[in-house]
């Protein structure tokens, strides 16, 4: 497995805020969670290419923003604020040697922060960033291969993973406030301490779900749940509107 990361702008208090009020982000500290956070991915197995820092783009830590990358294809995003639209030619040049890729156009924006792929359903969520002709589009793009792709209105927060995550086989963790559970029916479900808002992103990599300190009432509710859980610490990209998703584009070779 791979995973494409990219180094912390050095301008990232300048990133777009959507939901947060500025809080101005340790550099220092955003980059020791940022190195751990690879540190993390290889020891999991993964192959980590680390990217160079942009000091012109403040948000281009958030690689995940720019692809989906399935077994078959890589699909290039259209970012759904323009000042991110530059971070999509280092990401297309990373991705070149592993897959053929297609890109997201004009009028469509989409973010990868709402793209949830399980199985051979893609949940993407209609957000600030994310547009039904970049949903229509992607759907075009998947068809081929099999998938179906759900459309899911989001509501209270950035992306739809800022609500909605995949922490196992079939199990999705939730915050409730954000998104309609009961499009999940059906599938196991573990709901996100009420006190924990920001709780419900995880990233799951094989048997292991890489998790936040930050939200200890959630995380005993994923190990009650047997889950194996391997903590990570990006508080600080936090203040961003970043999550552990959104710091990675893993994939297998």
């Not at 294809?73 to 897959?99: C, F, H, M």
């Not at 960033?129 to 992607?138: F, H, T």
């Not at 998104?179 to 990599?205: M, Q």
């Not at 509710?221 to 600080?236: F, R, T």
Request: aromatic share 6%.
């Amino acid at each position: 497995m791979i995973a494409i990361t990219r180094k912390v702008s050095p301008s990232i208090n300048q990133c777009e805020l959507t939901y947060l009020e500025r809080d101005p982000i340790n550099l220092e500290i955003a980059n020791d969670q940022h190195e751990n956070y690879e540190k993390a991915l290889r020891s999991l197995g993964l192959k980590v290419i680390s990217l160079p820092p942009a000091p012109d783009l403040p948000d281009s830590v958030f690689v995940e923003d720019i692809a989906l990358v399935l077994d078959e294809i890589a699909i290039i995003t259209r970012p759904g604020v323009v000042s991110r639209r530059k971070e999509v030619a280092d990401i297309k040049n990373a991705l070149k040697p592993y897959r053929e890729l297609v890109s997201i156009q004009a009028p469509g924006t989409l973010d990868g922060g709402d793209i949830l792929a399980a199985g051979d359903t893609i949940y993407v969520g209609v957000s600030s960033r994310s547009n039904q002709e970049g949903i229509q589009q992607l759907q075009e793009f998947v068809n081929p291969f099999g998938y179906h792709v759900e459309a899911i209105s989001v509501n209270g927060c950035l992306h739809l993973k800022s609500a909605v995550t995949l922490v196992g086989e079939n199990i999705f963790l939730i915050n409730p406030e954000w998104i309609d559970k009961e499009i999940f029916k059906g599938y196991r479900i573990i709901e996100i301490d009420e006190k924990e808002k920001n709780a419900a992103n995880a990233l799951l990599i094989d048997q292991t779900v890489i998790y936040q300190p930050s939200f200890p009432e959630t995380a005993e509710k994923l190990a009650d749940a047997g889950l194996n859980l391997k903590m990570v610490d990006s508080s600080e990209l936090g203040k961003a509107e970043g999550a552990l998703t959104c710091c990675s584009l893993i994939f297998r070779s």
